[in-house]
């Protein structure tokens, strides 16, 4: 049962525009999420999380959007870069009940076209 | 700090030997994690430590993987027996678990090929 889904395999942006990755889940008790960034041959790596607390969290190019009642997260790049091109990993955890193990989505491959 | 840190990058063993992996994670970090990461899925959870003691071990597993922390420093995966489904790249993680900070540095993994 994947309580942690990415529902597009890929995704394909042209350089500048903006990306939209999806992340939905069905654990209604997650209360923390997170986005991993994962080049070819390296580990993921941290880019951004969420409290459930919140619906919104900026840093810099990226913004993640939390809606609880849907049960539904997105990541916003913008503006899109080719280096932004990687696999995209959507996490969730139950922070507030022991700070489980993250439970990772199945990714999404971004390509920014230039 | 050098990162989260795994040995060897890659592994290519025959079907029925027994492997081990090395993990040494970030020094000041008291959680080390174990993940697999299969074609096409996400990471997914084997166990965890904080310090020395593994606190939770998932039903992936089976009783041919045995995981170690001694001394809260590095930890060892072992796999006895591998078999062909094994064949994936074994991630590690640590982090810092203050009530506060989180977020998980991962290694660069091993890469497990059993022929």
């Known amino acids: 049962d994947q309580q942690v889904k990415q529902n597009s395999p890929s995704l394909s942006v042209q350089e500048g525009r903006i990306s939209i990755l999806n992340c939905d889940y069905t654990n209604s008790m997650f209360d923390y999420f997170l986005w991993y960034k994962k080049y070819p041959a390296e580990g993921p790596t941290f880019l951004i999380s969420?409290?459930?607390?919140?619906d919104k969290n900026e840093d810099g190019r990226f913004t993640v959007f939390l809606n609880k009642s849907a049960k539904h997260l997105s990541l916003h790049i913008v503006p899109s870069q080719p280096g932004d091109s990687a696999v995209y990993f959507c996490a969730a955890s139950l922070w507030n009940s022991g700070n489980t193990p993250l439970v990772f989505g199945k990714g999404t491959r971004l390509s920014v076209i230039a | 700090d050098t990162g989260v840190s795994q040995n060897p990058r890659h592994k290519i063993t025959k079907r029925g030997q027994n492997v081990t992996f090395r993990c040494d994670p970030i020094s000041e970090h008291n959680r080390l994690y174990w993940y697999r990461q299969t074609l096409g899925q996400g990471p997914e959870f084997l166990t965890y430590?904080?310090?020395?003691?593994?606190?939770?071990k998932s039903r992936l597993l089976s009783d041919r993987f045995s995981a170690e922390r001694p001394k809260g420093s590095f930890s060892t995966l072992e796999i006895q027996r591998t078999e062909q489904g094994d064949s994936a790249m074994y991630l590690c993680?640590?982090?810092?678990?203050?009530?506060?900070?989180?977020?998980?540095?991962f290694g660069s993994g091993t890469r497990l090929t059993v022929v």
């Open positions: 969420i409290s459930s607390i919140k």
């Open positions: 430590f904080q310090n020395e003691a593994q606190l939770e």
């Open positions: 993680a640590s982090s810092f678990f203050s009530g506060t900070a989180y977020g998980y540095t």
